[in-house]
Structure formats: C-alpha cells, structure tokens
C-alpha cells in the first residue's frame, strides 16, 4: 500500500521504499530556490481595440518571487510580522543562483538515490 510523504516531492512512496526520515526538505531546499533564485516571468496585461484582455510574459518581465516582491510599492506591507525586507535581502544573499541551483539539484540527487530511482535524468 502507497503512503503520502511530504518531504519527498509529494509523491506515493511504497513502504519498502519510504526513507526511514526525512531526507529531503522543503522549508530548507525547495523553497529558498524557488523564492530567491529560481527566476520566471510574470505577465502583463494588454487590452486590445476590442476590449480584449491579453497576457504577455515579456523577457524584461522575468525575475525571481523575491525581485518582484522588491518591485512593488511599499513592499513591506505585504510581509508577515517580524519579517523585514533587510531580513529577506540577507536571505536572498546567502548563495548565488548557480550555487543554489546546484545545492538543490545535489538535494535532489540524493533523495532519488534513497528512494531507489536513480538519477533523475531523462
């Protein structure tokens, strides 16, 4: 019988396959990357003659969650209580986007290994 298992991109594990704990984690791993480094585009919204409303993901448009967080107006106001923006800068600054990345691909490298997959390459 399959078990959901959080830490382990959220798939069905088999319990001969389950890591014994958790080798994998989101809150350290996942979503540093995703917030600081990972970048991706966000869209802009055109109106055309016609009233149309369209989405373009321009390459001037592609930045990182925390880039477009910093972006906005006054954007302080939309961080929880007891996170500042100089707070988020020094997370940011830990590690370069390269070395993130690679952090996170040798994270990932290893779970597969645990879980018995192999590499993840295609």
């Not at 959220?10 to 791993?29: D, G, L």
């Not at 590690?95 to 993840?120: H, K, P």
Request: glycine share 4%; aromatic share 12%.
């Amino acid at each position: 019988m399959a078990r959901w298992c959080a830490n382990t991109w959220a798939t069905p594990i088999s319990r001969r396959r389950r890591p014994r704990r958790a080798t994998f984690s989101f809150s350290t791993r996942l979503w540093p990357y995703l917030n600081y480094h990972r970048p991706c585009f966000f869209p802009t919204t055109e109106t055309d003659a016609k009233g149309r409303r369209r989405k373009r993901y321009r390459y001037e448009d592609l930045m990182t969650p925390y880039e477009k967080l910093k972006s906005l107006p006054n954007a302080s106001q939309y961080l929880k209580e007891g996170w500042s923006t100089e707070k988020l800068a020094v997370l940011a600054g830990e590690m370069s986007d390269n070395e993130a990345a690679r952090r996170m691909t040798e994270a990932r490298d290893r779970l597969f290994q645990v879980l018995g997959r192999g590499s993840n390459v295609a």
